[in-house]
Structures are given as structure tokens and as C-alpha cells.
């Protein structure tokens, strides 16, 4: 097996090196590609990479390249995990559109807007590449915005890919764990970074009555500064929702916080990952250092491999997946991407239906906010600033037309060099 890593110089990759060498034994990996067009990182990230599979016994290759088209020529999977921009336009993201009154953030609101506005050419960009080079690999994309990105891929490419965020596991596994039932089977229904739990069942008894009635919460992402959801919000929704949920439900507190931080969560990402790379350059490290668990990517290791071994071995394993919903949920259009359970095989994902969800929130909400996201994979295309607007004023982080505007224009300035559709 050959697998490619599309951003490889991110911090992250030792996660992904773990958890291929503790599947090792059931994956057949001969070649490990590292790609990434930052030069230093790769050096850094490559070579802990290639010490963690020497120090583990493997028989792999590892090969760090800055070509594209090297790592993808003849792959079984490609693992994407890029940044167009790195993360000072992650900074941009979250600091400029605080001056017009609205939230700025990686995945919400019209930072992450933009954040999809420059990775959607790049990843159809790969995407074209694995259709000439690797025509029968998989793309387990984990690339933020990892649904908007999922509906673009698959809409415009003929190649097989997944999405993938380490939300849904993270979010499962806590309420296994604070209902105290570890066989649960828990129906999880959303877009990504907009989504909810609506049935935890076990032994032919549905509990989440008893887990509103708690007030439970799923463990939040280290990566948000949560204030959690009180006992009558989550009863008032009728679902136990994600963390990423506070920032639609909460927006004014939101919006205050990060008014009044000191520093944004991209700005103190930069530092984690100058004290990450630090740690890497030490040639007698070889595992992975608690400290990358800081930055808010726990268990995409578990999350990322696992799925691999499910499609190479044909587990007939159920996931939380990012892919079309093929009819899998009847309030929403074949072409969407979703985030649901699906088995995942040799074959890839067959999305399991959600047959009778009453819950009218979140169907209302998960459909205006697919608008959003059907216009914004438009305007990545065409283009379009006409799309653009409109996306955006469906979007409920953004809504006003003024504002919108004129934090497009100077968002738009600001990212320029990684904005070639809308160049005239």
C-alpha cells in the first residue's frame, strides 16, 4: 500500500504516524509520500515521521517531496490535511471580520467562508491530479471546512473521497462514557460543525429523554472556549448538539469573547506549532509529544486510519463520515454532503438512512444552513461575487448585506494571492 500525505509539514502528521504504525499489522503500508510546499516543515515533520516507523519496526519508505504529482503517481490512499495560506490567513479569518461586528472563525461565519473560498481550487486541483495519477485511490479529506469541501469534491470531480472531522468521534465516545453505556447506538445527524445527536440506544431502550433531562453535554474541542449547553437549551432542541453549536446559539457571547481575547486561537496556534516544531527537530524523539494534544486534533490518528483499515480490509464498519446523501436523510437533496453514520467497506460508504427525525430544528437548520453551503462551493467555482453575497446572507453568523460586503472586500484584499477566481 502506498499512502500520500497531502500537507505533511503540518504538526499534525505525527497523529496520522501513530496511528498508521498501530495498524501496521493490518495495513500493508511499503510507501509513505509526504508532500508540502513549506520546505522547512516538511524536513521537520518527514524526518520524525521516518524516525517514528523506523523506531516501530516498519518496513516503509518514506519519501518527503514538495511535487504533488511524486506523491500522489501511484497511491491507494491520500490523506489531505492542508492550509491554503497557513495560519496567518487563519489570523485574517478570525481578526478582520470582528471589526464589522460578526464572529471570526476557522469553520463559521465568513472566516471560514473564506477559508473554503481558498482551499476549494486547491483541492480540486488534487483532486484533477488523482484522476489521472491514482485514479482507484481514496481521498480521506480532513481539510477544513471539511463538509463544504466534501460537497465540492464530489461535485466536481469523479473521484472517491470521504470527509472527515474528529468531532463526531470525539462527540460519541463522551457520551458512551458519561451515560455509562458503552454499546450505545447513537444516531448522529448533521453538516459538519452543525450537528446533533438525536437517539442514544442501547439494549432496545432509547436514552436521550434521560440525557436531556441531565442536561448532558458532549465533551467540548480544545480548540473552543466553551461555556456548554445549559439543561433547558438542550432540552428546548430536543438533541444533544456539538460544540460548534455554541457559536450559532451563543453568538453574542461568542462575538464578546473574541472581542476581548488577547489573542486569537490562529495566534496562539502559531505558537503551539513553533514550540511543536521545536520539540520535532530533537533526533532522539521518535513518538509523538503530549503537547500536539493542545492544539485540538485529538484522536484524528484513531479517527483517519481507522478508516483506511475499513476500506482496505472491508470491515463493514460503521463511521460518522462526511459524503452525499444519496436519500439517506429525506429533508435533504441527494447532492448534499452530509455528516451521518455510514459502513464503510471495500466498496467505500453506504450512508445508513434516518428514517422519521420529528425534530423540525434541525431539519430547518441543517437545510438553511446547505443553502449556505451550496452557494459558497458556487462562488469557490464560478467565481461569482453574486454567489458569494448570497451565501453569505444566508448564513446566520453574517446576515447583513452592509457588513457582509464590506468585510468580503477586505477579506478578499487581505487573501488576494490565494484567491484566483475572483481575479478579473
Known sequence: MKIAIIGAGSTYTPELMEGIIKRSGSLPVRELALMDIDARKLDIVGDLSARMAAAAGMDCRVVKTQ???????????VLGQIRVGKLPARVLDEQIPLKYGMIGQETCGIGGFFKAMRTIPVMLDIARRMETLCPD??????????????????NHSKIKMLGLCNVPYNMTKSIRSKMELPEARLTYVGLNHLSWITGIEQDGRDYLQDALAQGLNSET???????????ELVQTIGAIPSSYLEYYYFKNKKLDLLKKAEQSRGQRCMEIEEELLGLYEDAKLHTKPELLASRGGANYSEVAISLVDAIWNDKQEEHVVNLLNQGALDFMEDTDAVEITAVIGKDGAKPIPVRGLDNAHIRDYMRMVKAYERETVEAAVS??????????????????????????????????????????
Open 137 to 154: 485511490a481514496w481521498l480521506i479529506n480532513f481539510s477544513n471546512p471539511a463538509g463544504i469541501l466534501t460537497e465540492a469534491i464530489l
Open 67 to 77: 511535487e504533488l504529482d511524486e506523491a500522489l503517481s501511484g497511491a491507494d490512499f
Open 383 to 424: 467565481g461569482s461575487e453574486e454567489a458569494a453575497m448570497r451565501a453569505l446572507l444566508m448564513n446566520p453568523l453574517v446576515g447583513d448585506y452592509d457588513a457582509a460586503r464590506a468585510c468580503f472586500d477586505e477579506l478578499k484584499e487581505a487573501h488576494r494571492d490565494y484567491l484566483p477566481q475572483f481575479r478579473s
Open 221 to 231: 474541542m480544545k480548540n473552543i472556549p466553551s461555556s456548554g449547553f445549559s439543561q
